[in-house]
Each structure stands twice: as structure tokens, then as C-alpha cells.
């Protein structure tokens, strides 16, 4: 029962520093997007794509979070948009102090913030941090099981991305049995299958992420 | 500070149990391995190899990690061992405890108890479960950037299996990039390109698994 308590206290603390995170989002028009994902989906290749896309349009920066190394945000940053990496050492998700911290170093006149949380299919799902939509890739060479084996995570997301559709033909992946896991568990979830490498499939998504922006900015 | 001690705390108590499991293994002469990786890189397929090859000249059991379903279980117990399902209702990782209660359901007259951890590349790295050996998997599709990313896993590693070879040439990944990463990291791991659903380079693994059988048989 200890151990219950502890994490319940954690969870209530980091869901405080979230809400400021979210108040200060929202007074500056930003819409913020958590987006996590296994280890290897695809997460900042999609963030890639959406830089690329947008980054005429919207003023964007990201939240990098990864265990070790500067890998992640340096190709992010590569593409000119402000970036700051979180190492967690060895935590395995971001946190909303660490994001709070985190947004000390962006300037807030944004569109957009991306957040890419440490590449984990459990512990990022229980530690709101403030962001207004949650995105989770799951990536066709994870095979077609994980939906119900990672309830959690699928839980929170209100888009799911089917990513690295260009190799599903080399694994097992029954591309219809995952959404239907999806809509039976999360049935509010919009369900969306992409190649983020190959830049294949993504209109939907970034049409709802745009919605989003825009809506943000109008409120 | 406060989260620091806790921590500390329920790691202590997890070693505590562990050399408890430790010692039970080692009276039984049962040599105990640890699989872990992320989601979907393959550790169940592996056990299915290691189930097939060896029951006919060792006496096995599972003991099976996951947040829900008993999807992974139910695919090893087919092959005719003895298989306990551990749901941890949302962990992360699996403990020792919930190891040691496992263990009161599984005949001890064993020579090989393999635990398939949660698919996590982050925390089952830092709860020591009593085995002797620890294997991780890293497969293709996962790109080659992770070793260093995730270094806590790689750091406990006895084993590092690069999986999925089969697929490789579809996906961006470097082998020499990933072999130099880990013995930079961990000198100690061995390493071997193996793919496990095509039963493919899986000799020496095995060779290597059946000296620790015997090895942990003769004590």
C-alpha cells in the first residue's frame, strides 16, 4: 500500500506543474503535442516531417527527451527550429518539471511545441505534462499484438499513427486487427496509417494538427 | 532528495528478494535467464527457438512479463513447458517479488528458468530479478542510434542479440555502427546477429545458453 501512496503523490505533483504548463500554453496561444512511441517507431522522424512542413507557416520548437545523448534534438535542430533536449539520466519518461524547467529556455511566441517523450511504450502514459493532444506511434515491425498488451498507453492517445507501413509487407502485421484493438479500447482515438519515412500517408495527420494549431490560436 | 531515498529504497528491497530467488535457482542447480527488450523486438520468438531446441535435453519453465493480456504466455506454454503469466496491472518492469510469488507455482525439478521481462528498453535494466544472466535484443527495424541512448540496458547486458537481420536490408541500420556502440559501453557482452523467426545465426547463442546449463547443473 506504501508504494501506492508514493506514486499517487508523484502522479498529483507532476499533474500540478502540468496544469501551469498548460496555462501557459494557452495564454500563449501554443498547441502542444506529446508524442511517444516505443523505442525506434518513428517519433522524430514524424517530428522531422511536421518541421519541414510547417516550419514556413508556424513558428515551432520541441521538447527532446532521451535517456543519454543529444541524437534526437540535434536532427531536429538540424532543421532550424529551437529545440532543447531533456537527458533524464535514466529515467524512463519526461516529467512535468522537467518540461517546466524545460521551457525556461524557449522563447513563447510559438505556434506549435512539440514534445518527444523518452522512447517507452508504459511509464510516458501516466505522467500528464501539460500538452493539449497525445499522439502514440506504434511501427509495423513491432507486430500486431501490442494494443491490448500496452493498454495504457493506447488509453491516452487521441491519434494513433500506424507508422513504417512501407515494411509491413516483411512482417507479420495485421493492419486490421490493430485498428479494431484500437477502436474496441480507445474508441474516441482517430486512427491514421503512415510511412514517415517514406513521407507516405501523412496528410490526415498533419490536417488534424494544423486544425489544432489553429484552434489554439484562436481561443 | 525525497524521490532519490524512495527509490533507493525499493531497489534495496528488490535485491533483497532477488538474492532469495538467487539462492533457490542456484540450490535447485537451475540456471536463470533474464530476456529484455523493447516492444516487439523479438524476445518472445527467441524463448519459442530456445523452447523448441532444448526440451527435449532440459527440464524448462517460463515465467512471463506484461502489463495485460497472456498473449505471450499462451504462444510459449503451446510448446508443452510449464509457463506462469505475471500481469503487472500497469508496471513497467518486473520485480523480484512478483518473481518470487511466480516461483510458488513452477516445479523446481528444473534446468532452465527463462523470465521474459516487459517490453521496455528503460526500467527492467535496473530490477534485478536473481537471475544468473541477463539477454537483451535489439532488433533492425529499431534503428541503429539506441546503445547509447538507452545505456542502462546495454550496461547490464551479458548477451546482446541483434535481431531481425532478416528484415535489415529494408531498414536503415548500421551492424558495425551497433557491435562498436555496445563494446564501447560494455566490453563484456557478447554479441551475436541472429534472426530469431527465421531461426537464422541462433547457434551460438544457444551453444552459449546450454554451457550456462551445465555450468549451473555441475555447482
Request: hydrophobic content about 40%; proline content about 3%; aromatic content about 6%.
Amino acid at each position: 500500500m506504501k508504494r501506492i501512496v508514493v506514486e499517487k503523490k508523484i502522479l498529483e505533483k507532476n499533474d500540478d506543474i502540468a496544469n501551469q504548463i498548460r496555462k501557459t500554453l494557452d495564454s500563449n496561444h501554443i498547441f502542444g503535442l506529446n508524442v511517444m512511441s516505443s523505442p525506434g517507431a518513428g517519433k522524430t522522424t514524424l517530428i522531422e516531417r511536421m518541421v519541414e512542413i510547417f516550419k514556413s507557416k508556424y513558428k515551432i520548437a520541441a521538447i527532446d527527451g532521451d535517456l543519454d545523448t543529444q541524437r534526437d534534438a540535434q536532427r531536429i535542430a538540424a532543421l532550424g527550429i529551437e529545440t532543447v533536449q531533456i537527458n533524464t539520466s535514466g529515467a524512463c519518461h519526461l516529467d512535468s518539471s522537467m518540461v517546466y524547467k524545460a521551457l525556461n529556455d524557449i522563447t513563447l511566441d510559438l505556434d506549435l511545441l512539440i514534445i518527444e517523450n523518452v522512447g517507452n511504450l508504459v511509464c510516458p502514459a501516466s505522467f500528464y505534462l501539460g500538452t493539449h493532444k497525445n499522439v502514440v506511434l506504434i511501427s509495423t515491425p513491432e507486430g500486431d499484438d501490442k494494443v491490448k498488451k500496452y493498454p495504457t498507453m493506447f488509453n491516452v492517445a487521441d491519434v494513433v499513427l500506424i507508422n513504417k507501413t512501407d515494411i509491413a509487407q516483411f512482417v507479420k502485421f495485421d493492419v486490421e486487427k490493430v485498428e479494431n484493438e484500437i477502436k474496441e479500447l480507445n474508441p474516441h482515438a482517430l486512427i491514421y496509417k503512415i510511412s514517415a519515412l517514406k513521407n507516405d500517408g501523412l496528410e490526415p495527420f498533419l490536417s488534424w494538427v494544423e486544425s489544432n494549431i489553429v484552434s489554439v490560436k484562436n481561443q
